[in-house]
């Protein structure tokens, strides 16, 4: 039995697991995506801002890491507005419209993880669910959200609402875990040249963005940055781990010495 475990849980298949993970973790942030189905097209710009009424504020409103606003020039030959950058923090949705001449005129609003629908927004339900609205007079019947908008600029917010559940969240994230286990095995077993790769090199990658993963899920901020400003981030923490495993490297502890 022990032969069985010690085969299971060797070191360097470990050390890969913590790589492959952290990969996942560095180039995969969960996002939602927001689909307003349109009766007919528009032109004018569509504006979605993003709210946490949890943590009292406007997503990215306090941080410089990007904006809380997504902006897109709507086109009269587009069916659907598509967007694909909502944070899974968010649990309140405001949508403006900037300098649209015409009625508006919506089949209804989807919001989604994946291919997972997490809410829906119809004629039917809508009018119960906007808490607030600007500049914009809202009429519904059976088939159509008709919105018209007065002067330059309207909105309207939609209630807040858990999108994402927390244990939604934990079981995306074990199952990146389980997957890199399962390649971090196959790549142990079946790769020849896998077994030359220095342990200590890849703790220097994977620890760093380990390291960043768990202080930004501490603090409640992982979800609201972007790719680029993650990989910034990430670079800093390898550079500084890179400097202190030099300064200790001579010891036969140096890489835990860095972690």
């Not at 039995?1 to 993970?21: D, G, H, P, Q, Y």
């Not at 507005?81 to 944070?87: A, E, K, T, V, Y």
């Not at 899974?88 to 403006?96: D, K």
């Not at 914009?136 to 908008?149: A, H, P, Q, R, S």
């Amino acid at each position: 039995m022990m032969k069985i475990i010690k085969e299971k849980l060797n070191i360097r298949r470990a050390v890969w697991f913590l790589l492959i993970s952290a990969m996942f973790l560095l180039f995969y942030a969960p996002h939602l995506s927001f689909d307003v189905h349109m009766k007919k097209g528009i032109q004018g710009t569509v504006v979605v801002s993003n709210f946490n009424t949890d943590r009292g504020e406007e997503i990215f409103a306090n941080y410089n890491y990007n904006s809380h606003k997504t902006w897109l020039d709507a086109q009269p030959s587009w069916e659907v507005i598509h967007l694909s950058n909502i944070p899974i923090v968010t649990n309140s949705l405001r949508l403006g419209f900037n300098n649209v001449k015409t009625d508006i005129a919506i089949s209804k609003i989807d919001v989604s993880f994946g291919p997972f629908k997490l809410a829906e927004y119809t004629p039917e339900s809508i009018s119960n669910k906007i808490i607030a609205s600007q500049g914009m007079v809202i009429n519904t019947n059976e088939n159509t959200i008709n919105l018209t908008v007065n002067g330059v600029e309207g909105w309207l917010q939609l209630e807040t609402q858990e999108y994402l559940p927390k244990a939604a969240w934990v079981a995306v994230y074990l199952s990146i875990l389980v997957l890199s286990w399962i390649i971090a095995y196959l790549i142990d077993k079946k790769i020849t040249w896998a077994k030359h790769v220095p342990e200590n090199e890849m703790m220097l990658i994977a620890a760093p963005i380990w390291c960043f993963f768990m202080s930004e899920i501490c603090t409640g901020n992982y979800y609201y940055i972007n790719l680029m400003n993650r990989f910034y981030n990430v670079a800093i923490y390898i550079i500084l781990y890179k400097v202190l495993y030099l300064i200790f490297r001579r010891l036969p502890i140096s890489v835990l010495i860095s972690n």
